[in-house]
């Protein structure tokens, strides 16, 4: 029999594929970094999702010392590990569908050597977005599997068919994942995504092509160096365990610049083709260990165009500015985006983790020494999380980000920090701060409240010149635009894939500028969904 599940999306507008992955990762980042901090596990969030095999070796390690967790520990934990199922088995077994567990799959195998699963996405979708209402059909699927030899794999895509005009990307100041619109017009738009990896991993080695949404950081609302803001790209991702306190990784990834290359598109008989100028994005960072509650992180990001891939950039043992300097022979007409970035965060008393970073776009030591700080441009992020507060499942979350004028910005358009105009980092945006606070609540692991709020001031943005003319501007110069939130949500899985959920939202807007901020979005606003949603398996 036919099944039809209903589904209205949430705060962040993602697609259907990617919001239920990452609320199903979300609570497996929840009782993992819970579990670090009270030192059972050695656990790290800065560059997330991780893969299966990933929470598979975590499901291992918490199954030894299983004596230290509470009882409420041992029923999240026991209760996620019997729905993953993440195992093998000596004898072949498939089901047609599959609903075991706690958890249901259109179609599962498992014998000795690998562990397969395959799902539909299907749903029929409505929003209301400041009294704009949309009905979204999405239709689509999901393979994900792991082999014994290390080796994990997954696909979806989903097709996305919305019976009115997209308005996703008006709404600038809202974070919500980025979509790449095919059809935009008055009666309807359409857009679709399609994610996949293949990697292959051991105790020391991880090394695999993924297009995903990574990201890297640890911001809870975003983060400064990679958030999950922009588009999925394809990218290469290597990851070196080098010692328990010592790990390196590498990521190299192929953007879309959205500029046309006049020097290579042509016309043709019927229409003419637009090549567009290549562009792609580099990090590497080094993450220390020195002791259970500190980890620190330090490294590189590179936005390069028009002469790539250079393998340079994808080798993690080499200075990206050094290799920069090489394209530009000592002039600055030809260089590329670099940046520096470091994070780290500290964890106390089994309950409390503190976390801070800086992105540094341009930093110059010289000038600092002689009290000139307006020319450099940095991003600062700082923030507390408290678990178990009162009781067990409650966490507490403040953060504050201030990103200074121009940073991730470049004089070469094909080199500013964004993948189709979308922000690569936090997606507030240059000349910019926010306040976050967060609290959130699993009952247990099936059910989950959230009331979460936030203030964003968004100053202006002048000539590009400016940010390379002396003295430079002021934080927050120009037309203020200041952004007020607060919401709440609940999130219920009955079963593994079937899940509910309420989302209300307000928001105030005031804005400066007569022109950044249309009339509409202006003033007190709200946002309210409901979702019943069938999803399916991720990786």
Avoid at 501 to 530: A, C, M
Wanted: charged fraction near 20%; hydrophobic fraction near 35%; glycine fraction near 6%.
């Amino acid at each position: 029999m036919k099944k039809i599940f209903f589904f209205i999306t949430m705060l962040n507008y993602s697609y259907l594929s990617s919001q239920i992955e990452s609320y199903h990762y979300e609570k497996f980042n929840y009782i993992f970094e819970k579990l670090d901090i009270r030192g059972i596990i050695e656990y790290d969030n800065f560059i997330l999702p991780g893969t299966k095999l990933d929470i598979k070796n975590y499901f291992e390690k918490i199954l030894l010392p299983t004596d230290k967790l509470n009882h409420y520990e041992k029923e999240f934990f026991h209760n996620l590990m019997a729905r993953e199922n993440l195992e093998f088995q000596d004898d072949k077994e498939y089901h047609l569908p599959s609903i075991r567990n706690g958890a249901i799959n259109l179609f599962e195998y498992v014998d000795k050597n690998l562990n397969l699963k395959i799902n539909p996405i299907l749903s029929l979708s409505y929003e209301q977005i400041f009294n704009r209402n949309h009905y979204i059909r999405t239709w689509g699927f999901y393979i994900s599997g792991i082999h014994s030899s290390g080796t994990g794999f997954h696909l979806s895509f989903d097709e996305n068919l919305v019976n009115k005009s997209d308005v996703y990307r008006q709404l600038d100041f809202i974070n919500q994942k980025g979509k790449i619109i095919t059809t935009n017009r008055r009666d309807r738009s359409e857009f679709s995504d399609t994610r996949g990896s293949l990697i292959f991993q051991n105790d020391w080695l991880l090394f695999g092509a993924v297009k995903e949404n990574l990201r890297i950081g640890y911001g809870e609302n975003s983060q400064l160096v990679l958030s999950d803001r922009a588009p999925s790209f394809p990218a290469l991702l290597l990851r070196l365990n080098l010692t328990d306190w010592l790990t390196v990784y590498s990521f190299h990834g192929w953007l879309l610049s959205g500029i046309k290359d006049s020097t290579k598109s042509y016309d043709t008989d019927l229409y003419q083709r637009v090549v567009e100028h290549e562009k792609y994005f580099g990090a590497h960072f080094f993450q220390f260990r020195p002791f259970h509650e500190l980890t620190l992180n330090f490294g590189e990001t590179i936005i390069y165009s028009d002469r790539g891939p250079y393998l340079a950039y994808m080798f993690p043992f080499l200075f990206y500015r050094s290799i920069d300097h090489m394209f530009t022979f000592g002039s600055e007409d030809s260089g590329n985006n670099g940046a520096f970035f470091l994070e780290g965060n500290l964890k106390l008393f089994k309950k409390l983790k503190l976390y801070s970073g800086l992105y540094i776009d341009e930093l110059s030591f010289s000038r600092l020494l002689k009290g000139d700080t307006e020319r450099n441009q940095i991003a600062g992020q700082t923030g507390v999380k408290l678990f178990d507060f009162l009781v067990d499942g409650i966490y507490l979350n403040l953060e504050y980000t201030r990103i200074l004028p121009w940073v991730y910005s470049n004089w070469i358009p094909a080199q500013t920090y964004t993948n189709l105009n979308y922000p690569l980092g936090h997606y507030i945006g240059q000349n910019s701060d926010q306040i976050y606070f967060k609290v959130g609540y699993y009952f247990d692991s099936n059910l989950y409240f959230c009331f979460d709020m936030d203030f964003t001031r968004n100053g202006g943005i002048s000539d590009i010149k400016n940010q390379y003319t002396p003295p430079g501007e002021k934080f927050l110069y120009g037309d203020v635009r200041k952004i007020f939130r607060a919401g709440f949500n609940v999130d219920y899985e009955y079963l593994r894939n079937l899940m509910f959920s309420f989302n209300y939202n307000y928001y105030n807007v005031k804005d400066e500028s007569q022109t950044r901020t249309p009339d509409w979005q202006r003033g007190g606003n709200h946002y309210l969904s409901i979702c019943l949603s069938f999803s399916f398996d991720r990786f």
